[in-house]
């Protein structure tokens, strides 16, 4: 089983849309956790990190279910321009901090 | 800050032959990360180092790979003999303790 598993998608949805992403991890022991954004043929770039108690930024909200084992995000009032993937990470203390990616969750936004 | 500097950003090679990859981390980074990325597998983690010690190298495909980091400043990935199945995206990543982790722009290494 993968460390950190994502539904790849594709979600196409139109502009305006709110789209939502799940992102399970294995490790309970996982302390850190992270949204990517990945534009095509780009590096991946910290979209968001994720707190206990939830955070938003701007159309962007994070959540994290411990219980459950999975973050999410929720993108609100969808634009073109979000279109990309869309990777979560999670990063473990005991092991070094090791920081372990999902492959990505593809994201298109049409007009 | 220039950011996490790698090169070459493309490299295009003969199967068999040797690729070193080179990294560059952040100033003041204690962790470093090797990652590759294709369509078919996502963004894998091959190596890490703490401190310039690797910590785990489980994800290295085979012995064919090898990584170093001789200081804070600077490591490679080298694969030898190169094989066109090595054909991927290689990024290297820095950060310090459990914060956020920043990418350089890639490898694009192509085996043929």
């Known amino acids: 089983r993968k460390e950190v598993e994502q539904d790849p998608g594709p979600f196409n949805v139109p502009e305006g849309a709110t789209v939502a992403f799940n992102c399970t991890y294995s490790?309970?022991?996982?302390?850190?956790f992270f949204w990517y954004r990945q534009d095509c043929r780009k590096e991946p770039k910290l979209l968001m990190s994720v707190y206990s108690s939830g955070n938003e930024d701007g159309r962007f909200t994070a959540q994290l279910n411990r219980a459950s084992q999975y973050i999410s995000l929720l993108i609100r009032d969808s634009k073109l321009s979000d279109s990309a993937t869309y990777l979560c990470?999670?990063?473990?203390?005991?092991?070094?901090?090791?920081?372990?990616f999902g492959a990505g969750t593809i994201l298109r936004v049409k007009s | 800050d220039a950011g996490v500097i790698q090169s070459p950003r493309h490299e295009v090679t003969e199967m068999g032959q040797e690729v070193t990859l080179r990294c560059k981390p952040i100033?003041?980074?204690?962790?470093l990360f090797w990652y590759r990325q294709t369509m078919m597998r996502g963004l894998e983690l091959l190596i890490y180092f703490n401190n310039n010690v690797p910590i785990d190298d489980s994800g290295m495909p085979e012995d064919r790979f090898s990584a170093k980091m001789p200081n804070a400043s600077f490591s490679t990935l080298k694969i030898q003999p190169s094989e066109p199945r090595d054909s991927a995206v290689y990024f290297c990543a820095s950060r310090t303790g459990n914060t956020e982790a920043f990418f350089g722009q890639g490898t694009r290494l192509t085996v043929v």
């Open positions: 490790n309970s022991a996982s302390q850190s």
């Open positions: 990470a999670a990063s473990l203390m005991e092991y070094g901090n090791k920081l372990v």
């Open positions: 100033s003041g980074h204690n962790s």
